[in-house]
């Protein structure tokens, strides 16, 4: 029995950090996206929701904005910004967030 339990210990704290990294890739970027209705809310979602590595969406009809979580090892943020462009909508990455990437970058 001892050993039963010693291996289920092991086996557990073996895959505690594979759980950390899954978590680690995950970003959100908020996205300005020329949004008026319902409507355009459906299209996107539908659209995106076939994407590769895309988590979480949330939307703000009144700013017009769209906030994406997905994994950054899967899909990047330009990807994800092209997808709404071809659906025909305005698309730019919103000011703040541009502000924490170079933040980031001049840390590390």
């Known amino acids: 029995m001892k050993p039963l339990i010693i291996i289920l210990s092991a086996f557990l704290l073996l895959t505690l ?17 020329s949004i008026d209705c319902q ?18 969406l949330d939307f703000d009809i009144e700013k017009k904005r769209v906030d994406v979580t997905y994994r950054s090892d ?3 943020k330009e990807a994800i910004a092209e997808k ?7 698309v730019s990455i919103r000011k ?10 001049e840390k590390g």
Do not use: Q, W
């Not at 709404?84 to 305005?90: F, H, Q, S």
């Open 17 to 33: 950090p594979l759980e950390a990294k899954k978590k680690k890739n995950t970003e959100t970027t908020s996205y300005s996206v």
């Open 74 to 76: 899967k899909v990047s």
């Open 39 to 56: 409507h355009c809310v459906d299209v996107i979602t539908k659209e995106l929701a076939f994407v590769k590595g895309v988590r979480d």
């Open 84 to 90: 709404m462009r071809d659906l025909g909508y305005e």
């Open 96 to 105: 703040e967030e541009k502000e924490k990437e170079e933040e980031k970058e």
